[in-house]
Every structure is written in C-alpha cells, then in structure tokens.
DNA sequence: ATGTAATAGTTGTCTTTGTAACCAATAGGC
DNA sequence: GCCTATTGGTTACAAAGACAACTATTACAT
C-alpha cells in the first residue's frame, strides 16, 4: 500500500461533507427550534408529510434514509403538538397513515419559506451550473450504500 | 413572503449536505471503529495530530470546529489507548500539549491510507475539475459561519 | 390450517452528545 | 499588588442517538 504523508484531513470528501452540512444547517436549525421547538428528525418527518402528503413511517423512512426508531419518536412528539394525525389502516392494521393537520399545515408552510430563503442566501455568489452541479454529485454520493 | 409549495427537502442544501456527508462517511466510519474502536470526534482528533503534529485541544478545536468538550473526550480515550501523550506547558500551565505516540502514528498511518483510498473511490468518475470545485464550494460553505 | 418468516412500529438500555457550570491558571486594569 | 475578566480544559447532568429486543399483524409455504 503506498504511504502517503501529504494527504490531508482538509481533502477528504466526506470530512469536507460533514464541516459544510454542519455550518450550513445551524442557521436553520435554530429557525425550527426556537420557533416550534423542534429537533431535526421532527423537522424531517414534518417536511416529507407537507411536501409528499399523507405517507406512512415506513414511506418516510425509505425516502429519508431514517431509522425507524428516529421516525417513531419524531411522530410521537409531532402528535402530541397536534401536528399531525395518525390513522390506521384498516386493510392492513400494522400500517400507520400520517397527515398533517391544519396547524402542521402552517408550521410546514412557514418553515418552507425559510427553508427557501435560505437556501437562496447558501447559493448566492454561486453560478446557476454550478448550484446544479453540486446537487447531482450530492445526490449521487448520497445513493452510495456504504 | 412568497409562497411556494414547489421548494422540496430534496432541493435544500444543508438536507443534501447532511444525506451526502452521512452516506459518504458509512464506510469508512466502520473501519477505524471496527479496527481501532475508535469514534469519529477520536479520529478526527488523531487525524489532526498525524497530520499537524504537536499541537493543544484548542488548536484542535479551532482548526476542525469541534467543541472542547468533545475534543476533551476524545484526547481522554486516546491517552487511555496510548495513542497520544499529554504534556502541560511550563510556561503557561493551562495549557496541554498533545503529541501522538509511536503506536499513535502507526494508526494514523493505517487510516490516513484507508482514508486516501476510499477518498479516490469516492471522486472515481467525476472529472479532476468537478472535484476541485465541489471542494471549494464545500470549504466556503463550511467557512459560513451560522 | 398451521407453523415460520417477514413487516410495521414501539420500547428499553446503553452510549454519545450538548450545555452549562465548574476549576485552575494567566492577563489586564487600576 | 489586587480584583476582575479571560482562557484552557474537565466534569455533571440532561437530552438525543444507536441498536437490539419486543408486540402485533400479515404473508407465505407446505
């Protein structure tokens, strides 16, 4: 194997990743918490329902990448605020159907526009090519299974 | 505010960044975990050290944005391992500094390699040019300070 | 139909993190 | 010098995470 001394922390990919997923989400993090007292699973869960609508755990979790687990106790604390509703499925009784109400409804819409806005000031400077570039390779290192 | 029900999860950035980096560092996680037991604030700690040299938790905390108290933690496991040695300075007793042991810098060496090579499998297929630009997007983003 | 496996979701336990409070030592103002 | 502020680092406790084990229900094979 060659040993190569000048490889540098500040070069690998998924250091780089991290630092810049980091930085880049504690703005918005403090938008959901102080306004909503939201964790970031919550947030996750609830974003998947405004934009997908009605969907399951499971749905969630297969489009999140989420642990189970993660989902159940975000959901859990979304109903209790009254965020959403859970129904069960009456054809198969293992499945949990979920929705936001009116209420999640507006938090969803509100942190949306932030989201958005943000995301606006995050690219800013950047090259429309570029802004599109960068997601694909994002995308694409995402779908690798480790 | 403008309202607009079109802006996905998908479409936002931090979402991207933290899907990718998470993805991205799977793999890699499991080996300095699976053959050294080590966690990532260690790694990053050790990786710091092999590359930098002797240097304080704060410079630590400084260059890679980690908090002390994680930094703390981690230097005290790899002390515990013998991977690091702590030496107060003289002239200024508050101050620690840290310096990797001869078995300290045989792991860095191992996961410095296994990091090269995962890194270049990582990029495999992307164009030299994107790759350099996906870094420096990466590091702007990272240098925003939430 | 009946026993085994699979799936949806929850719970329990242990580990890891976050935050704030805390020592100890130095620096700076007066 | 002396009092207060700052800095380097650790510790304590609560919150969050990982992971396996669990319940309930359905699917599937024979």
Do not use: C
Request: positive net charge.
């Amino acid at each position: 194997m060659r040993d190569d001394p000048d490889f540098d922390v500040e070069d690998f990919l998924p250091y780089l990743l991290n630092q810049a997923a980091e930085a880049s989400s504690l703005e918005f993090q403090r938008v959901y918490n102080d306004r909503y007292g939201m964790l970031r699973n919550e947030w996750r869960v609830l974003f998947h329902l405004g934009i997908y609508g009605r969907m399951t755990a499971s749905d969630i979790g297969a489009r999140a990448q989420m642990h189970k687990t993660k989902i159940s106790r975000a959901v859990q604390r979304l109903a209790e605020r009254r965020y959403l509703i859970r129904q069960r499925d009456e054809t198969d009784r293992r499945v949990e159907h979920l929705e936001l109400t009116p209420t999640g409804q507006k938090v969803y819409a509100d942190l949306r526009n932030v989201a958005r806005d943000y995301n606006d000031a995050l690219v800013e400077g950047l090259a429309d090519a570029d802004v599109a570039r960068l997601r694909s390779v994002l995308r694409a290192l995402a779908k690798r299974r480790g």
